[in-house]
């Protein structure tokens, strides 16, 4: 059975929060690396700090950011290494 976007995110949520903390650190170095995990950090820093009181809304925009910017690239570059499929350990 095909699933849709939302339950696909739904098991790779669970699969994620389910990992041991080192297994986790592991496959955010292997899938984003050091530099767009920082990015990331700095990003959402900024964006809280701006104002502490909307962290719900800024934190939603943040997950969906994250998925159309792997969106675009899937769309620019559909053979590039970094879009092999993923295992979760």
Known sequence: MLKNKKDVAVDFIRSIRAMA???LNRFISQEA???LAQFFFSYSASLISK?????LENTSSLM???YLIRSYEEKR???APFL???ALA
Not at 51 to 55: K, M, N
């Open 84 to 86: 092999r499929p993923i």
């Open 51 to 55: 104002d502490p009181t909307r962290v």
């Open 21 to 23: 903390p080192g297994a």
């Open 33 to 35: 690396g050091e530099e």
């Open 77 to 79: 570059a559909p053979d």
């Open 64 to 66: 969906l950011m994250g």
